[in-house]
């Protein structure tokens, strides 16, 4: 089975900072990992994913994530954050023991300040 | 671009009442999944289903039920609603059974009062 651990359930920062909102995940096979974002009371948006080739993969938004195998881990990353960046972040994995279904962390609430 | 349109957006029912969301995914897409978001909770998957035919089920309750028609639509039937299935439902579609990711639909907020 599937998981996936988003390491901070809150994260503050300034505006024009960078920041990282940290995801490892377990699987037993070969995985494909996602990032999505949900702004208030919108639906889900994908941000990036992985799927294989290159670890460091570029999203939308100035987005970008790398996956790093040995440690099971899929950082999501900002040289610099705006306040429009405000909003939930998810990570999700799926593989295909799991019929491509995606298993969501927790979340992580990035709240960017003025 | 076309996205996953899901209808209606808001919807208020009282307890053991019938509730039926609606899913029309993106043209092409042959994949439908079903997912439920409690308030400040992640996502959790329902069902899916693939050219029509179920291909996966999650925590879905008994009282709920699902099915993709021919035009590949979806709908997601619940009966006898409970307090506790007040949630965000949302539907996603892709090709290739999701291997590549979905797209979802902005969400059906039920409310049951």
């Known amino acids: 089975a599937q998981s996936v651990t988003q390491l901070d359930s809150q994260v503050p920062v300034f505006e024009e900072a960078p920041v990282e909102l940290r995801c490892n995940y377990s699987s037993s096979v070969s995985v494909y990992l996602f990032w999505y974002v949900q702004y208030p009371n919108q639906g889900l948006q994908l941000l990036l994913k992985y799927l294989s080739g290159s670890t460091l993969v570029k999203g939308i938004n100035g987005f970008e994530a790398e996956f790093n195998k040995s440690q099971t881990s899929f950082h999501l990353r900002k040289p610099s954050v705006h306040i429009s960046d405000t909003a939930e972040y998810f990570c999700a994995v799926s593989d295909t023991g799991s019929n491509y279904k995606l298993t969501f962390g927790k979340g992580t609430l990035l709240t960017v300040n003025p | 671009a076309a996205g996953v349109i899901q209808s209606p957006r808001h919807l208020i029912k009282e307890k053991r009442e019938t509730a039926t969301l609606k899913c029309y995914p993106i043209?092409?897409?042959?994949?439908v999944y079903w997912y439920q978001q409690g308030p400040g909770q992640d996502p959790q998957f329902l069902i899916s289903?693939?050219?029509?035919?179920?291909?996966d089920k999650g925590s879905i309750p008994d009282r709920f039920s699902a099915q993709q028609f021919s035009d590949y639509h979806s709908e997601l039937n619940m009966s006898s609603l409970e307090l506790g299935d007040s949630a965000l439902y949302f539907c996603?579609?892709?090709?290739?059974?999701?291997?590549?990711?979905?797209?979802f639909g902005s969400g059906t907020r039920l409310t049951v009062v």
């Open positions: 289903f693939y050219e029509k035919m179920q291909s």
């Open positions: 996603a579609s892709s090709t290739g059974q999701g291997a590549y990711g979905y797209t």
């Open positions: 043209p092409r897409h042959d994949t």
